[in-house]
């Protein structure tokens, strides 16, 4: 995907294939939430086409594109920063380490299985370790035929400079506003949402429009979940919210959720005055606090964790938000 303000970027870059001169290093620069992901898959997408159209864009038919689009082409690699593998913490800190790297450089040395270029993306490429870092100097000195790299990052001060003197920088910057808010516009759901509170968004997000479409998916996933939990209180159904809840990212939902039965048991416990998150709603969360059943809550807290826990199975989420609306409603 190229962004409305990526398109400076994209004609240098196009020009570069079109002369045959792309690097075989580049570090993509900018902010967070400016896109320069979707910029390299796009970048990947353009050199690994088989029959790309005039502006270098993947034609996304051919044989090649096809294996792009389902995530299986054999030339492209993608690192991304991971935890630990043997880490069990629920905030484990990221980075990229020297085994993925070396895993990542033996795929470039192979010879391409289609002929072609053979192109690793390394995102947030300040996460390496120095070792990984080190580990991955060697290629960038000797890349071989075909070979493309590309690293994004948004603290380009925390790589090593042995690394960035090796790749060609390519930066994004923030749009203009004007632009920002169309894309802002045409971009998310919620066609109630205001200008004033797009502005609000790209404001809040630096003026980086990823980032501020991120927030305001936040905000109206927060808004929908609180009209759920409140349904009944308000002699509305609460089942209606469940196909509503199903089109937002289902762990975050689900702590959401689990932050609603949390303010429940302190409401229990504590009283009406106790300590909670949702304090917007803190009246109709009192009224839904007299007439629960303490057990049925612990119930409906397991019920939540043993969705997380499992939130890596594939499930029909309309029906797990009934269940869960259900399970709520007759605490
Ligand atoms: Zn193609």
Known sequence: MIYPWQQTQWLQISQLIKVERLPHAMLLLGNQGLGKTDFASSMAHAVLCQQPAADFKACGLCKSCQLLFADTHPDLYHLKPAAPPTSKSKNPV???????????????NQTSQYGGYRVAIIDQAELLTISAANSLLKTLEEPGQDVLILLTT?????????IRSRCQVLRFTEPDEKQA??????SQQDEQTSVNQLQQALKHAHGSPLAALIHLQEEERHQILAEAMTAAVSGKNTLDYAAKLAKFAKIQTLESMLGWASDLTRLLSCGPDATISNELHRIKLQAIAKKVDQQRVFRFHDQINFNLLHSSIAVNEQLLWENLLLSWDNL
Do not use: A, E, F, G
């Open 94 to 108: 990221l980075s990229i380490r020297i085994d993925d790297i070396r895993v990542l450089c033996n795929k470039l």
């Open 154 to 162: 948004s603290r380009p001060h925390r790589l090593p400079v042995t």
């Open 181 to 186: 808010l169309d894309w802002l516009q045409t």
